[in-house]
């Protein structure tokens, strides 16, 4: 996947050294404008906030494949937590280490959201090594992975 940037008035290299700056170290728009101007590159903090908006799940995307792979060792669970004052699922892959592999988060606990999850995690990081569900009782997860 190629992503455009048809109709962008700046160099795609600022485009997506900007994006890449505030996913990558999370500082606030108005900081980054004033990275940016250091380097030399005036940009409005709006106008960088369009560009995250735009790119930045393209760059998650294009950067996926590339993503290094873990050792077939991982494992998949959800658990309730609150985000912004909203209680939301959160479902996650994690490696033997500890390190998040991928995440997702959903407004409500259904079957539809964690397999599309457990698709995508499998997609990316391959088949784990064993299928172990812990007893959940209504769990999502365990009747997918069961039937």
Same mark, same amino acid.
């Given at each position: ?13 600022? @485009? ?64 309730? @937590? ?66």
């Amino acid at each position: 996947m190629t992503i455009s940037f048809k109709g962008a008035h700046f160099p795609k290299d600022v @485009i997506l050294h900007a994006v890449f700056f505030y996913l990558r170290f999370g500082v606030s728009y108005r900081d980054l404008e004033e990275i940016m101007a250091e380097r030399g590159v005036r940009v409005d903090h709006a106008t960088l906030n369009r560009w995250v908006e735009r790119y930045a799940c393209q760059v998650a995307e294009d950067a996926r494949p590339r993503k290094r792979p873990n050792d077939g060792s991982w494992r998949m669970d959800e658990t309730y @937590i609150k985000v912004k004052g909203q209680w939301v699922y959160l479902y996650r892959a994690v490696d033997k280490f500890g390190k998040t592999l991928d995440f997702m988060l959903s407004k409500r606990r259904n079957q539809p959201a964690a397999i599309k999850f457990l698709a995508r995690a499998m997609e990316v990081n391959g088949l784990p090594r064993k299928k172990i569900c812990r007893k959940v009782r209504n769990g999502s997860l365990q009747s997918i992975l069961h039937g």
